[in-house]
């Protein structure tokens, strides 16, 4: 067992604060590689099971027709391309400059003071390095020490890190792609209910199933209802998962609230972005983000934001 002294240091506010700007710089890797995973399964599924696949091919366009030639051809030429891309996984290979290939020693790659120490520049070629990976390790650690404040020293604290982390990760990569993996979503449902059947939550298991089945119905039935009005697809599936997670860790009582400010901050968002910024009108606008801020507001200021809906 872990020394109490030494526990109670690492659940500390300083002690989670240093491991949210430790997660926070793999959650930048994450962001950044996951999308990049899912286009290369993506057409990886295509080439080996549908482009010149005659299985896929001949229920719809007939039972004797094969795939035209061109097809076969397609798939291969993709399938070579493929062949080339290097390996990349979550861990490897080690991060490097995207500009120039450097890759990182040690020391360019602790959390915010290399990059201040650094101002801001790869050392080899002296691109700009965002300042959102800085940005990201700052908002994770201070998420986690907020948890460490919000929740004490106990092992739930933890639990709270993950589903801040998860939560924070879907926004970015819906931010940047308008994807959200279910890579990242259904670990999420799966830390509510599991969360809640832990007792670790302050959920009863019925309000986090119940917060699942709603949080995935509510934003289900927004989207058919948008469909009928305007006869255009506005929720994606990732989305009604995402929120299901919200549902499934925070119970169903929190869902008005969470979608309220959701919605409320993606209104004013969207409105300042197409009259201010003049942003194209039809280009769709990720509502991961937005679901992000409502679900992380509610952990934090829960009970109070339910009892403006419920008294
Ligand atoms: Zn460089």
């Not at 109670?8 to 996951?34: D, E, I, K, Q």
């Not at 719809?60 to 035209?68: E, M, N, Q, W, Y």
């Not at 040690?106 to 002296?126: D, H, M, Q, Y």
Request: some cysteine.
């Amino acid at each position: 067992m872990l020394d109490p002294g030494l526990a109670a240091a690492l659940m500390s506010p300083l002690g989670l604060g240093v491991l949210g700007l430790l997660v926070g710089s793999f959650l930048n890797v994450v962001v950044h590689r996951l999308p990049a995973q899912m286009w290369r399964a993506w057409w990886q599924d295509s080439v080996e099971f549908q482009l010149a696949d005659p299985l896929a091919w001949q229920p719809l366009f007939g039972g004797k027709s094969a795939p035209p030639p061109q097809l076969a051809a397609a798939a291969q030429a993709v399938a070579a391309e493929l062949q080339k891309l290097p390996e990349e996984t979550l861990l490897r290979p080690r991060s490097r400059c995207p500009q120039c290939g450097h890759v990182l020693r040690w020391w360019e790659n602790i959390p915010v003071f290399s990059w201040l120490a650094l101002r801001g520049r790869c050392s080899a070629c002296k691109t700009r390095i965002a300042w959102r990976y800085p940005a990201v390790e700052l908002v994770t650690a201070g998420l986690f020490s907020a948890a460490a404040v919000h929740f004490g020293a106990q092992p739930a604290t933890l639990l709270w890190c993950a589903a801040l982390a998860l939560l924070l990760t879907m926004a970015l990569i819906d931010f940047d792609t308008t994807l959200l993996p279910d890579s990242l979503t259904l670990p999420l449902i799966g830390l509510g209910l599991g969360g809640a059947l832990a007792g670790w939550t302050a959920v009863t298991p019925t309000a986090a199933a119940a917060g699942a089945l709603a949080g995935y119905g509510s934003l289900w039935l927004v989207g058919f209802i948008w469909q009928l009005l305007r006869k255009v697809n506005a929720m994606a599936e990732g989305d009604m998962k995402m929120f299901a997670g919200i549902g499934a860790l925070l119970g169903w009582q929190a869902l008005p609230s969470a979608l309220t400010l959701a919605a409320g901050v993606g209104a004013v968002v969207g409105i300042v972005m197409i009259a201010g910024w003049g942003r194209d009108r039809s280009k769709p606008i990720p509502f991961g983000p937005y679901l992000a801020l409502g679900g992380i507001c509610c952990v934090f200021f829960g009970p109070a934001l339910q009892a403006l809906w419920f008294g």
